[in-house]
């Protein structure tokens, strides 16, 4: 590298992680920043030093271009990385650090400008004869010209933020009645996320597939594309699955993708990584979507197949110098696919989910790539994006490929909070995506049967259960007491066998055992399960959360964590979660659940109030909604009734299951 020496990442979590990898195999410093919690994150911990940007609020740090500046400048910055998301296709910020002398790894703020505000990007891709979805794409925003514009490109459409991406400020409309709620909940989502709530209209093709080219161009004019991605699997317009290459597109429909990719780039004189989307339905027929002037989420699976390093060439680019190869040279080898983890409750409607991960459990004996930011310790919050990590397999084909990612995800878990992993071990089971049978709107058809739901745990489950509880017993009361007596309790009885009872809770159901010991200390467990009244001899070893159990006729091993009254076992793919018998206020009080009151189902920012106290509601009247992990989350009335008073005002932040409304 010529001109950077020292890189600043305008970024958090996974994404700062992976430039900061790739920046010290360059021998180029890395400077990260962060927001208050994040001041032990992992990307902090990785980079060769990192500055306090702000407090939580994305306003006040990430998406703070004044502050980012002031930092790059007191460091001595080179360039600035701003990654994916925050300001990533902000053309002000761009403007700013070419203005101030930096080197802003990305295209210029012209090509951003141009492409950033989405209604504008499509106008310009119609006069370079790249086909567009037809939609309404005006400046007027008032509800009228709204409404007017939807009707005349016919139901259903999608709402999208002209300045968005990710899924933020985007709403699929089927019917007039639906819009005026959709137009205020897309702008309020929007205004957060970008800081404009400008909306535009497109017509929502059904059953599409969403399929983007990555395509590269420095500043010399050379122009290429590293292949396509198929990206169509999602759930509220967001990625969760994306895998290359796309299946069943004919190559020279493929050729025609990557043609218009290149020409798209080269009609705004762009520069770096780039990714241009398109609609592709059953006609074998695209549309021209939008342009994402960063480094896409999903870059790995491109990496994969390519056995490139997409950052090395964004740095390369950024530092003036040529592409490193020329189209001819690129090819693309196997298969790949990479599935998001988010921190969110598939149990509970994908509510965000907070918490602190208390182990990490990583999958042995297969290749694969993760890609994360976490680390154990860490407190997932309200503030941010609730993506945590991504895992990718590359195989030699796509069947290879689903197979070793689902034994992956099948061995790899977090304790301490609620995630989508299983979810996503069912999309990969169902017979529809391993035919490469997808579409956008696949997931939201079969939800219902996507869903996970609790498993009843085996009877070698429960007998692993009643194992730890035993050996880890009152663990939490007497660990300091390392030479105590009572650390060495055995349940020796005088003249009597060796018996206890165990009681532990599973999904809130008591489940009892009785467990005799063998003469000879620690060898053999008689444990008797009096629900079932099944009976069965267990000797096992416990060593860094791991247990082998040995149950004479088989054997069984499986990570384990204890913590408190908490014992979570994982084993193929399911995570069970006993809690031991105790009584508590605590465990009083999380059964309540008045009639007269409505809880916050997660915690969140108030972000709008429908009600008044004092006024009737019918049920499933909007009362309040929630905003978390820059999503919004809208509570519903439960029933016909009365608001009697309302507990939070809008900007007041509020935990889970707190009373959020007196309701009669």
């Known amino acids: 590298m010529n001109k950077i020496k020292t890189l600043l990442i305008a970024n958090r979590g996974e994404i700062a992680c992976r430039i900061i990898k790739t920046a010290k195999q360059l021998n180029i410093k890395t400077i990260a920043i962060y927001a208050d919690s994040d001041k032990n994150a992992l990307h902090c911990k990785l980079a060769d030093c990192a500055y306090r940007v702000g407090p939580d609020s994305l306003e006040k740090s990430y998406l703070n271009i004044d502050n980012i500046l002031n930092i790059a400048k007191e460091c001595q910055a080179d360039a600035i990385h701003p990654g994916y998301g925050f300001l990533s296709e902000n053309a002000d910020f761009a403007f700013k650090c070419e203005q101030q002398g930096f080197v802003f790894v990305g295209p210029s703020s012209d090509a951003i400008a141009k492409m950033a505000v989405k209604d504008e990007a499509k106008d310009l891709m119609m006069r370079a004869n790249v086909p567009t979805v ?27 933020a002209a300045k968005g991406g990710g899924g933020k400020g985007m709403r699929v409309v089927h019917q007039a009645s639906e819009l005026k709620d959709a137009i205020e909940t897309a702008k309020r989502e929007s205004l957060k996320s970008f800081g404009d709530d400008t909306l535009f209209i497109e017509k929502y093709l059904t059953k599409a597939r969403h399929i983007e080219v990555q395509i590269f161009r420095d500043t010399f004019g050379n122009t290429l594309h590293l292949y396509e991605r198929d990206c169509s699997l999602q759930r509220r317009h967001q990625k969760i699955i994306e895998e290359s290459p796309a299946m069943d597109i ?36 695209f549309y021209f979507m939008e342009m994402n002037t960063r480094l896409q989420v999903e870059h790995p699976v491109t990496e994969m197949v390519t056995g490139l390093d997409l ?11 040529p592409l490193p190869l020329k189209q001819n040279q690129i090819k693309s080898t196997g298969h790949a696919i990479e599935t998001r983890i988010y921190a969110e ?12 991960i208390k182990a990490i459990f990583l999958p042995q004996g297969v290749n694969y790539r993760l890609d994360s930011g976490i680390q154990k310790g860490d407190a997932i919050s309200i503030y941010f994006d609730p993506m945590l990590a991504k895992l990718i397999v590359h ?49 939201e058809e ?52 060796n018996e206890e009872d165990i009681q532990l809770d599973y999904l809130n159901e008591a489940v009892s055992f009785k467990v005799t010991h063998s ?75 008045p009639e007269h009151s409505l809880l916050a189902p997660m915690p969140g920012i108030i972000s709008k109030i429908w009600v008044k106290a004092g006024q009737s509601v019918n049920k499933g009247a909007k009362l309040v909604a929630l905003e978390a992990m820059k999503m919004e989350h809208t509570v519903f009335s439960p029933q016909d009734g009365q ?22």
């Open 250 to 285: 004919p190559d020279e429909v493929k050729q025609q993708l990557y043609q218009a990719a290149i020409n798209a780039a080269n009609a705004i004189d762009y520069r770096g990584a780039g990714t241009i989307e398109f609609l592709y339905t059953s006609a074998k027929q």
């Open 519 to 593: 003469k000879m200390a620690n060898a053999f467990l008689h444990i008797t399960h009096l629900t079932s009244n099944e009976e069965v001899n267990l000797s096992a070893r416990m060593q860094d959360e791991i247990i082998d159990a040995n149950f004479n006729t088989h054997e069984m091993h499986a990570n384990f964590y204890v913590d408190n009254r908490l014992i979570e076992i994982f084993y193929e793919g399911v995570a069970y979660q006993f809690k031991r018998k105790a009584f508590s206020i605590d465990e009083l009080l999380d059964k309540l659940n």
């Open 395 to 443: 195989g030699e084909n796509r069947k290879q490929t689903i197979l070793g990612l689902q034994l992956a995800l099948n061995q790899f878990h977090l304790v301490g909070l609620t995630t989508n992993l299983p979810f996503l071990r069912n999309v990969l089971n169902d017979n529809a995506f391993q035919t490469g049978k997808i579409h956008t709107q696949h997931i």
């Open 345 to 356: 409750d598939p149990y509970h409607q994908f509510l965000p989910s907070t918490g602190t």
């Open 643 to 664: 608001i009697k008073s309302i507990r939070y005002q809008i900007g007041d932040q509020v935990e889970e299951g707190c009373e959020l409304i007196d309701f009669e």
């Open 134 to 160: 037809p939609g309404y794409m005006g400046k007027a925003q008032d509800l009228k010209t709204l409404t007017q514009a939807a009707k005349d490109i016919g139901y259903p459409v999608m709402l999208k």
């Open 311 to 321: 950052v090395h060439w964004q740095l390369l680019v950024a530092d003036g110098q």
């Open 446 to 497: 079969k939800l219902e049967t996507l869903l996970p739901h609790p498993r009843s745990p085996s009877t070698d489950i429960l007998s692993l259960a009643c194992y730890i509880a035993l050996t880890h017993s009152d663990e939490s009361l007497l660990e300091q007491e390392t030479y105590s007596p009572w650390k060495q309790l055995k349940a020796w009885r005088l003249n009597l066998p």
